[in-house]
């Protein structure tokens, strides 16, 4: 087909793949859209199923590299990490438990705090309810707390368990909480008094009243030596009878120390006041 260039002022655009001559913005088909015998007759059959088809695969690549992959059938969620092993409980141990057991008592100034050289003593109820002056504690922590507040109004917390302590054995709540959990470990809790066997003689190993590890206490404005010396220790000794805790001077302590560990000590045998140091008691009654 022979073409007349002289009727054509504008450049003459031809195109490549179907031979038409191109008018200034008209549309264009794609090879894809080649349809008929000069389509067949330009590619071939097969050259313009393959350009068809390669145009489709650029059009599918994006959708099918979104298409998130399938987990196997059957999987459960997570099979791949290692199952998690489950944390052993602890037991709560509550004030009412250490009342059902008998390891503490209820009753007008049953329990005490010691804070800064005072002692402050508090009933209990036999729900485990702390009471002092009017008003009622669930916790232990929330009584120590008040009380110490009382002196400084600047505390903000206090581990009530170690703070508060059984007027009648001098043991504190958290040391009665061990005994418990342990004769329940050994399969000893569920006769009352008998999950904890009562001490005789003089036994040691009784917790300081004025150590307290877990709380914060308020930093002295005057200035501490480089070198602070270690706290004095307090002394202690256990009535064989009335079982209350005392606390032993220095002076006085020789004698009881060297006296067999089985030996039965009495409030009688005091030679010192009693009413004195804690639980700034008399001595009891009895012959």
Same mark, same amino acid.
């Given at each position: 087909?022979?073409?007349?260039?002289?009727t +054509?002022? *504008?450049?003459?655009?031809?195109s490549?793949?179907?031979?038409?001559?191109?008018?200034?913005?008209? &549309?264009?088909a +794609?090879?894809p859209?080649?349809?008929?015998?000069?389509?067949?007759?330009? #590619?071939?059959?097969?050259?313009?199923?393959a350009?068809?088809? *390669?145009? @489709?695969?650029?059009?599918?690549?994006?959708?099918?590299?979104?298409?998130?992959?399938k987990?196997?059938?059957?999987?459960?969620?997570?099979?791949g *990490?290692?199952?998690?092993?489950?944390?052993? @409980? /602890?037991?709560?141990?509550?004030?009412?438990?250490?009342?059902?057991?008998?390891?503490?008592?209820p009753?007008?100034?049953?329990?005490?705090?010691?804070y800064?050289?005072?002692?402050? =003593?508090?009933?209990?109820?036999?729900?485990?309810?702390?009471?002092?002056?009017?008003?009622? #504690?669930a916790?232990?922590? *929330?009584?120590?707390?008040?009380?110490?507040?009382?002196?400084?109004?600047?505390?903000?917390?206090?581990?009530?368990? &170690?703070?508060?302590?059984?007027?009648?054995?001098?043991?504190?709540?958290h040391?009665?909480?061990?005994?418990?959990?342990?004769?329940?470990? @050994?399969?000893?809790?569920g006769?009352?008094?008998?999950a904890?066997?009562?001490?005789?003689?003089?036994?040691?190993? &009784?917790?300081l009243?004025? =150590?307290?590890p877990?709380e914060?206490?308020?930093?002295?404005?005057?200035? =501490?030596?480089a070198?602070?010396?270690?706290? /004095?220790e307090?002394h202690w000794?256990?009535?064989?009878?009335?079982?209350?805790? &005392? /606390? /032993?001077?220095?002076?006085?302590?020789?004698?009881?120390?060297?006296?067999?560990?089985d030996?039965?000590? #009495?409030?009688?045998?005091?030679?010192w006041?009693?009413?004195?140091?804690?639980? #700034?008691?008399? @001595?009891?009654?009895?012959?």
């Amino acid at each position: 087909m022979a073409l007349d260039l002289s009727t +054509y002022a *504008a450049p003459l655009l031809v195109s490549g793949t179907s031979g038409k001559v191109l008018e200034l913005g008209a &549309r264009v088909a +794609y090879a894809p859209d080649l349809r008929g015998a000069d389509a067949k007759r330009r #590619f071939g059959r097969g050259s313009l199923e393959a350009t068809a088809a *390669a145009g @489709a695969g650029d059009d599918a690549a994006p959708a099918k590299a979104a298409a998130p992959p399938k987990a196997a059938a059957g999987a459960p969620a997570g099979a791949g *990490a290692p199952p998690s092993k489950p944390k052993p @409980a /602890v037991p709560n141990v509550t004030i009412k438990d250490l009342i059902d057991a008998g390891l503490i008592r209820p009753g007008p100034d049953a329990v005490t705090v010691s804070y800064k050289n005072s002692a402050t =003593q508090g009933e209990l109820l036999p729900d485990g309810t702390i009471v002092y002056g009017g008003t009622k #504690f669930a916790t232990a922590s *929330a009584f120590s707390v008040h009380v110490k507040r009382l002196q400084t109004p600047s505390k903000q917390g206090d581990d009530g368990w &170690r703070s508060v302590h059984a007027a009648g054995s001098g043991l504190s709540l958290h040391d009665l909480r061990l005994r418990l959990l342990q004769a329940a470990a @050994a399969g000893g809790v569920g006769g009352g008094a008998a999950a904890a066997p009562k001490p005789r003689g003089r036994p040691r190993g &009784r917790p300081l009243t004025y =150590q307290e590890p877990d709380e914060d206490e308020e930093e002295e404005e005057e200035p =501490q030596p480089a070198a602070a010396a270690e706290p /004095v220790e307090v002394h202690w000794v256990q009535c064989s009878r009335c079982e209350r805790w &005392r /606390v /032993v001077p220095d002076a006085h302590w020789g004698p009881i120390a060297a006296a067999d560990e089985d030996a039965d000590w #009495f409030c009688r045998d005091a030679v010192w006041d009693l009413r004195a140091h804690e639980p #700034f008691e008399p @001595a009891c009654e009895g012959a």
